[in-house]
């Protein structure tokens, strides 16, 4: 953008050239936008951990029980929730990118009901998993 | 008038492989392709995972050996090792500038997708045969 003359009141100047994170006020699509890359972030440094138990798991029972014995450990479990959590965040938001690849869902309430779906059902998913393997085990 | 056959990219450019990568199109379909075939096999992962929550090793070894869940995971594995590796490449060049960080950047993406998903498909086959 060409610049602004130094002539003039000065409130010229200080007007942006091009809106950014300053001015646009936090929207719920903005963020699930900015978290489905997160989740995907927390996904891609998750796969250590799976590679770990798989390997320990091939192993023996020693590897396999300290493995276990870390996820079942508080940071484990915290560990373990964020990349459930982020999983089932992450699959439902590229269920909705893919509804948006069809053409469908960009309109003004479908788009907003589509966030909120993500958003509440990677909640459920996560409670749903976690209390069936607290039933379980 | 140019010739309709004459480019408008510099010598230059072409030397130093500005302009586009061409794998664009591939990229974008393959990330469509993996989170189509993600959507199931992810959730059959959790479903495995499930499984074996509170049993014992040798249950544990049974379960991943059997041939039905080492082939979900080896597929789970496959889709979502090239699925994150596009994804972090799209991030890297969304977000780093400097021309040789990328470049280191992206290098280490490939090498850690490639290295995940072995370690992960090594351990799966293991189990299977040993």
């Known amino acids: ?137 | 008038m140019a010739k309709s056959s004459a480019s408008i990219r510099t010598a230059m450019g072409k030397v130093r492989f500005l302009g586009s990568a061409k794998s664009g199109t591939a990229d974008a379909w393959n990330m469509r392709l993996t989170s189509l075939a993600l959507i199931p096999l992810s959730l059959a992962f959790v479903a495995i995972v499930l499984q074996l929550c509170g049993k014992d090793y040798a249950a544990a070894r049974a379960e991943l050996g059997h041939p039905v869940p080492a082939i979900i995971m080896l597929l789970f594995v496959l889709a979502g090792i090239f699925h994150m590796k596009i994804g972090m490449q799209s991030i890297i060049d969304d977000y780093v500038h400097d021309a040789l960080l990328k470049e280191w950047s992206l290098i280490a993406n490939l090498f850690f997708s490639v290295c995940i998903g072995l370690a992960c498909i090594y351990a799966v086959l293991k189990l299977s045969f040993a």
């Open chain 1, 1 to 137: 953008m060409s610049q602004v003359e130094s002539s003039g009141s000065g409130l010229e100047q200080r007007r942006p050239l091009s809106p950014h994170l300053q001015i646009y006020r936090p929207m719920l699509t903005m963020m699930m936008s900015i978290t489905h890359r997160i989740t995907g972030i927390m996904l891609y440094f998750g796969t250590l951990l799976l590679a770990w138990l798989l390997i320990a798991a091939s192993m023996g029972a020693d590897a396999y029980a300290t493995a276990v014995s870390f996820v079942n450990s508080i940071p484990g479990k915290l560990i373990l929730l964020g990349f459930t959590w982020a999983l089932f965040h992450h699959l439902l938001g590229g269920i909705r990118h893919a509804i948006w690849d069809s053409g469908h869902g960009f309109g003004h309430p479908q788009r907003e009901w589509l966030a909120q779906a993500t958003l509440i059902g990677g909640i459920l998913l996560t409670a749903g998993a976690w209390g069936i393997a607290y039933f379980i085990s």
